[in-house]
């Protein structure tokens, strides 16, 4: 990902997982507070009983609250502000190496503009925050009870749960789509421009959490690859792909969940001549 879109969508990302955060905390001890309320049989372990089930229905009132707040919406509209930003950002970065974005292009980024924009509407709304996690938060409270758990494993078991379903749906979701986005809109720059080689671009080594970028990634950040060679790529499967991954999406998926990566479109002449012979001898020139 060029430099500037990264911090842009990572931004964005990481502004929507810290509110996403709170609200995981927030529902972490408020569950973990009711859990020491909960009736508990002589063994210590929790138990089924009327209290303890309207007490559990209670939590997932109180999770409904937090994604229903104002303060919710307002981190989905500064997502949602963002996708007019990343659209400039590309265009500049294309301007700039191919020098020209042509007028027929125009209508067509318009609507990817709005499809994602809806798209991110709908993934951050009511109804997918019910279905991706307070479902979810309702099934671990109801497993407390059902599951025979001590008061202090129950809390474990919360403490490892909870959290993760808030962060982890704002990573993928938000960070995913940006990501998708981003790549989209230069997969329909270079078809205007009938550009067909692209340099895998990104970070190299190490990531800035500490880990390793993915094999994949790694095997082929920094070389520049023929547009028939990429689409090939969905045959083989590697950690993280995303499954809809194929000839097409690929552009827009790359090496899949969290890939800071991207295709940057490379002019004919700038192609080295190791890319020319690779492709050669793999029959695709
Ligand atoms: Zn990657």
Redesign the pocket.
């Known amino acids: 990902m060029a430099t500037n879109i990264d911090t842009l969508i990572r931004t964005v990302t990481n502004d929507f997982v810290e509110g996403m955060e709170k609200s995981g905390e927030f529902a972490r001890r408020n569950i973990i507070g009711l859990v020491r309320e909960l009736d508990v049989n002589e063994d210590g372990t929790l138990i089924a009983t009327d209290r303890n089930s309207s007490l559990i229905q209670g939590v997932s009132i109180g999770i409904q609250q937090v994604t229903a707040s104002f303060a919710f919406e307002n981190r989905v509209d500064k997502v949602v502000n963002s996708i007019p930003d990343i659209r400039k950002a590309v265009e500049r970065n294309f301007i700039v190496q191919h020098g020209i974005i042509k007028g027929e292009t125009i209508p067509i980024l318009n609507n990817l503009q709005t499809r994602v924009e809806n798209d991110m509407e709908q993934i951050l709304s009511a109804q997918t925050i019910e279905n991706e996690i307070h479902q979810p938060v309702s099934d671990i409270t109801q497993q407390l009870i059902l599951g025979n758990f001590s008061q202090e494993k129950a809390i474990d078991f919360v403490n490892e749960k909870v959290p993760n379903l808030f962060t982890q749906f704002a990573h993928v979701r938000v960070d995913t789509t940006l990501q998708q986005y981003s790549r989209s809109i230069t997969q329909i720059l270079a078809e205007q421009e009938g550009l067909i080689w692209f340099k895998y671009s ?2 190299t080594g190490p990531t800035s959490l500490g880990n390793h ?2 094999d ?2 790694d095997d082929h ?1 920094d070389q520049v690859w023929l547009k028939a060679e990429i689409e090939q790529w969905p045959q083989q499967n590697w950690d993280g792909k995303i499954p809809s991954t194929n000839s097409f999406t690929i552009f827009q998926n ?3 969940y969290n ?3 991207d295709l940057t479109p490379v002019a004919a002449k700038d192609v080295p001549q190791s890319s020319i012979d690779r492709a050669k001898r793999n029959g695709l020139l």
Do not use: A, T
């Open positions: 990104g970070p970028i993915r994949f990634c950040v790359l090496g899949g890939c800071r990566h």
